[in-house]
Nanobody, 117 residues
Framework: QVHLVESGGGLVQAGGSLRLSCAAS????????MGWYRQAPGKHRELVAT???????NYADSVKGRFTISRDKAKNTVYLQMNSLKPEDTAVHYC???????????WGQGTQVTVSS
C-alpha cells in the first residue's frame, strides 16, 4: 500500500518561510504527477502546485513567485518551498500523487501551516 507522509508545517510570521516535504513509500514519479493542495477552514480544497512525471510545474496564481515545488527522485520526496508567507496561506496542506487514467491517486494526511500577521 502506498503512503505519503507530509512534514514541515508549523507556525510562522508573515513574510517568513517554510519547506514542506512529502515522502512517498515507493517511487511514483514515473507514473504520477505530484501535487500540493491546501484547505482553509470553511473553504474548498484548492490546488497549490503540481509537478508532472516529466518535471513540468504549475502553480496557483496566488502563490506564483513565492512557492516552488521540486522533487528528489532518489529520496522519493516532493518539496514545497514557501517564501513570503501571508496569513491567507494558512491552511492544512496536503500532498497528492495523481495517477491520471491508468493509476490510483494517493493522498497524505496533511500538515498544518499557520501564518500569523
Amino acid at each position: 500500500q502506498v503512503h505519503l507522509v507530509e512534514s514541515g508545517g508549523g507556525l510562522v510570521q508573515a513574510g517568513g518561510s517554510l519547506r514542506l516535504s512529502c515522502a512517498a513509500s515507493e517511487n511514483l514519479f514515473s507514473t504520477h504527477a505530484m501535487g500540493w493542495y491546501r484547505q482553509a477552514p470553511g473553504k474548498h480544497r484548492e490546488l497549490v502546485a503540481t509537478i508532472t512525471s516529466s518535471g513540468s510545474t504549475n502553480y496557483a496564481d496566488s502563490v506564483k513567485g513565492r512557492f516552488t515545488i521540486s522533487r528528489d527522485k532518489a529520496k522519493n520526496t516532493v518539496y514545497l518551498q514557501m517564501n513570503s508567507l501571508k496569513p491567507e496561506d494558512t491552511a492544512v496542506h496536503y500532498c497528492a500523487a495523481e495517477g491520471g487514467r491508468w493509476y490510483d491517486d494517493y493522498w497524505g494526511q496533511g500538515t498544518q501551516v499557520t501564518v500569523s500577521s
